[in-house]
């Protein structure tokens, strides 16, 4: 079983749409949560953390529910420029510190 | 935050032969992993490269096929070894400043004929 499981789209969403990105995990003893930003032909770029309480940056709020092990992001009043790929990711540092990465999620916002 | 450079940033090359890619950190970092992203795919964890000892390899990569060393705590260097078409992938460099961010460098893409 993979360690992260995302929907992979592709997520084509008009301009100023709210769109959701679902991750599950299959550790429960997975430590950090993060969702990365990859654009295309680029490298991977931290988004945001994710925390129990969940957090909130501007459009994008990020969520954590432990008990049923799920990550969520939710970006509001999508933006043309948010057009990337989406990428969820753990990590478990007991084990040496590495880090796990869904498989993406591709998003594009479409004027 | 920090700054990877990795080199080469892209090569051509030929079944059966060997590449080195090499990644340097602008400052010391305690642990440095190697990712493999093949097309359309997201990143594989490779190894993690200790400073001081041997590598530590993830299911399915192993030593022989892909040495790694790490001379020095700014710097480390992947091989992949006798190169097959199914070796064409993106090999991306990562550190962790124990700050819970990894920092990648650009990649290096990889092509095999």
Do not use: H
């Amino acid at each position: 079983r993979k360690e992260v499981e995302q929907d992979p789209g592709p997520f084509n969403v008009p301009e100023g749409a709210t769109v959701a990105f679902n991750c599950t995990y299959s550790n429960s003893a997975s430590q950090s949560f993060f969702w990365y930003r990859q654009d295309c032909r680029k490298e991977p770029k931290l988004l945001m953390s994710v925390y129990s309480s969940g957090n909130e940056d501007g459009r994008f709020t990020a969520q954590l529910n432990r008990a049923s092990q799920y990550i969520s992001l939710l970006i509001r009043d999508s933006k043309l420029s948010d057009s990337a790929t989406y990428l969820c990711v753990v990590n478990k540092r007991w084990t040496g510190n590495q880090f796990y990465f869904g498989t993406g999620t591709s998003l594009t916002v479409i004027p | 935050s920090a700054v990877i450079s990795q080199k080469p940033s892209r090569d051509i090359c030929q079944r059966g032969t060997s590449l080195t890619i090499q990644c340097q950190v602008d400052s010391q970092v305690t642990m440095m992993f190697w990712y493999r992203q093949q097309p359309g795919q997201s990143l594989t964890l490779i190894a993690t490269a200790n400073q001081g000892s041997e590598a530590t390899y993830e299911s399915g990569f192993v030593i022989d096929k892909f040495p790694i060393s790490r001379p020095n705590l700014t710097f480390s260097t992947l091989t992949v070894s006798n190169m097959s078409p199914e070796d064409s992938s993106i090999y991306l460099c990562s550190v962790d400043k124990n700050t819970g961010e990894l920092f990648f460098g650009e990649g290096s893409r990889l092509t095999v004929l």
